[in-house]
């Protein structure tokens, strides 16, 4: 590409910048993008923005693909195309977009992994003590993490964010904060409700004056989302789990556990906050899974013949 090619990219590059406050990593992703499309630009003798149609974007996706570049990062290496085009247009460099509607290859469909319920009651065994000596608080504090993770089925957002006054343990609910800051009142099982009121007595003695949040750290302060995936990953190690532990994983095994049980789809989207129920339709092929498990170990017509 030509030097006012190169000027227009760095421009759009300050613009966006400025304009979208991104992150130093996202203005760095953009500008490789940018950089490996002139790369593919020079390679096929297309001297100036302006020579791209959509045949050429449609080509350099393919060309990503083929360099084993993740559908993932083929659609944002479109979205900074399409992006850069925009800015293109807007300066009268211009005159359309040839990345409008160039879809980057489908993801594979991964279904989220779940532990079944005799694994979940496992892992939410309190952890063993030496006789007579007194819990200690943290441990307190995690079980309550987790149990409340897989009784309301909370993001990991959603937990480190609440506040005292969302819990209300009388009721056995709990205000959720969600995404697009929508807000939705969740169930909160007899067992997290329990181990939320053992975890409220040490809390009161670490929480920093003036602190509201329902879990703290050590220092007094909120618990943030790294600390909790750490103190997960901990307590798989030191308890034998045989999984890694993380916060979505309760979530995943909250959902599935209660479409199994209850069959209501929409009942099992409200309480996981999700806008669209193609979202939580993912569980569904979960739930099959399971049947398809038990229809195979159990049909005599089912069993896979070993010769």
Same mark, same amino acid.
């Given at each position: 590409?030509?030097?006012?090619?190169?000027?227009?990219?760095?421009?759009?590059?300050?613009?966006?910048?400025?304009?979208?406050?991104?992150?130093?990593?996202?203005?760095?992703?953009?500008?490789?993008?940018?950089?490996?499309?002139?790369?593919?630009?020079?390679?096929?003798?297309?001297?100036?923005? @302006?020579?791209?149609?959509?045949?050429?974007?449609?080509?350099?996706?393919?060309?990503?693909?083929?360099?084993?570049?993740?559908?993932?990062?083929?659609?944002?290496?479109?979205?900074?195309?399409?992006?850069?085009?925009?800015?293109?247009?807007?300066?009268?460099?211009?005159?359309?977009?040839?990345?409008?509607?160039?879809?980057?290859?489908?993801?594979?469909?991964?279904?989220?992994? @779940?532990?079944?319920?005799?694994?979940?009651?496992?892992?939410?065994?309190?952890?063993?003590?030496?006789?007579?000596?007194?819990?200690?608080?943290?441990?307190?504090?995690?079980?309550?993490?987790?149990?409340?993770?897989?009784?309301?089925?909370?993001?990991?957002?959603?937990?480190?964010?609440?506040?005292?006054?969302?819990?209300?343990?009388?009721?056995?609910?709990?205000?959720?904060?969600?995404?697009?800051?929508?807000?939705?009142?969740?169930?909160?099982?007899?067992?997290?409700?329990?181990?939320?009121? !053992?975890?409220?007595?040490?809390?009161?003695?670490?929480?920093?004056?003036?602190?509201?949040?329902?879990?703290?750290?050590?220092?007094?302060?909120?618990?943030?989302?790294?600390?909790?995936?750490?103190?997960?990953?901990?307590?798989?190690?030191?308890?034998?789990?045989?999984?890694?532990?993380?916060?979505?994983?309760? !979530?995943?095994?909250?959902?599935?556990?209660?479409?199994?049980?209850?069959?209501?789809?929409?009942?099992?989207?409200?309480?996981?906050?999700?806008?669209?129920?193609?979202?939580?339709?993912?569980?569904?092929?979960?739930?099959?899974?399971?049947?398809?498990?038990?229809?195979?170990?159990?049909?005599?017509?089912?069993?896979?013949?070993?010769?």
């Amino acid at each position: 590409m030509n030097r006012p090619a190169d000027a227009a990219r760095g421009d759009f590059l300050q613009r966006l910048t400025q304009e979208r406050n991104l992150s130093a990593h996202t203005r760095a992703a953009y500008e490789r993008d940018l950089a490996a499309l002139a790369t593919w630009c020079d390679r096929q003798g297309l001297a100036a923005w @302006t020579d791209l149609d959509h045949g050429h974007v449609r080509a350099f996706a393919a060309r990503s693909h083929a360099a084993g570049l993740s559908p993932a990062s083929i659609q944002r290496r479109l979205s900074a195309v399409r992006s850069f085009y925009l800015f293109l247009q807007r300066e009268g460099l211009c005159a359309g977009n040839p990345a409008v509607d160039v879809r980057a290859p489908k993801r594979p469909r991964r279904l989220p992994r @779940t532990l079944d319920a005799d694994q979940m009651a496992r892992v939410l065994e309190p952890p063993r003590q030496a006789p007579g000596s007194a819990p200690e608080p943290l441990a307190i504090r995690d079980l309550a993490i987790m149990e409340l993770l897989y009784s309301s089925g909370l993001r990991l957002a959603e937990l480190v964010s609440l506040d005292l006054d969302a819990l209300d343990l009388a009721d056995r609910t709990v205000r959720v904060t969600g995404k697009g800051r929508k807000t939705r009142i969740v169930p909160v099982g007899s067992k997290a409700a329990a181990a939320l009121r !053992r975890w409220l007595g040490p809390r009161a003695q670490l929480a920093a004056r003036g602190q509201n949040a329902v879990f703290v750290g050590r220092n007094g302060r909120r618990l943030g989302p790294r600390a909790v995936q750490r103190r997960l990953a901990a307590v798989a190690r030191t308890g034998g789990v045989p999984v890694k532990l993380h916060p979505h994983l309760f !979530r995943h095994s909250f959902a599935t556990h209660l479409l199994e049980s209850s069959q209501d789809l929409r009942g099992v989207q409200e309480l996981l906050g999700h806008a669209d129920i193609s979202t939580t339709q993912v569980y569904t092929h979960l739930d099959f899974q399971h049947l398809a498990r038990i229809y195979d170990e159990a049909h005599p017509r089912a069993r896979r013949s070993r010769r």
